[in-house]
């Protein structure tokens, strides 16, 4: 099973309200990344964090990465609804070499 | 280079027929990724190559799924004896190779093969 939980599964926004997603593993992550999945779409690369307590902007998008290096938020500011779609959290469990994604929160941006 | 090419993009199969699916990645990535992805979970790792070698294979893998990377190119996964089980999106994914310590390149995915067995 999966390592990586994202909670919520599900989140159903206003059009111009805030929304949040957090990651949470079971073992400390050498590094996290995100991902937006599009209905229908594959995976798409956000952004990468590698150090504890990194904060990182893109636009409306604020990424932080927690000071244990097992938790992660991405915060999205006034969405719209471009912003639809499911986000990945996905890192490198210990020494691995390959990512493990979360389970994903789907987000939905309504009118 | 246009991205990830995956092929077919959709494949309906009877159980216990073999299948086999291809991935063209970037042509500068030496690193090369197999996900599979059910409805409402993330992509769960399969199996992955640098260059042409197969470095790490899921646990939960049977040995009816078997991946190839002749050359260090493209790469094909076979399913044997498909169960329905196997049902789901196969996602192909590249990468360069990952720097020193802990950081890494983000992937890029194909737009998958979505397998049906009925």
């Known amino acids: 099973g999966q390592q990586v939980m994202q909670i919520p599964q599900y989140q159903h926004v206003q059009e111009g309200e805030d929304f949040t997603t957090y990651c949470n593993s079971s073992?400390?992550?050498?590094?996290i990344q995100w991902y937006k999945q599009r209905p229908g779409g594959h995976p798409v690369f956000l952004i990468q964090l590698v150090k504890s307590g990194e904060v990182k902007k893109q636009k409306r998008l604020t990424f932080q990465f927690g000071e244990a290096k097992k938790n992660s938020s991405l915060h999205i500011t006034a969405t719209q609804t471009t912003d639809v779609g499911t986000y990945f959290c996905a890192g490198r469990l210990g020494g691995g070499n390959k990512l493990t994604f979360g389970t994903g929160t789907q987000l939905k941006v309504e009118l | 280079d246009t991205g990830v090419s995956q092929d077919p993009r959709h494949k309906i199969t009877k159980r216990g027929q073999n299948v086999t699916f291809r991935c063209d990645p970037i042509s500068e990535h030496n690193r090369l990724y197999w996900y599979r992805q059910t409805l409402g979970q993330g992509p769960e790792f399969l199996t992955y190559?640098?260059?042409?070698?197969?470095?790490?294979k899921s646990r939960l893998l049977s040995d009816r799924f078997s991946a190839e990377r002749p050359k260090g190119s493209f790469s094909t996964l076979e399913i044997q004896r498909t169960e329905q089980g196997d049902s789901a999106m196969y996602l192909c994914a590249s990468s360069p190779r990952p720097g020193t310590g802990t950081w890494d390149y983000g992937y890029t995915f194909g737009s998958g093969t979505r397998l049906t067995v009925v």
């Open positions: 190559f640098q260059n042409e070698a197969q470095l790490e």
């Open positions: 073992t400390t992550l050498s590094n």
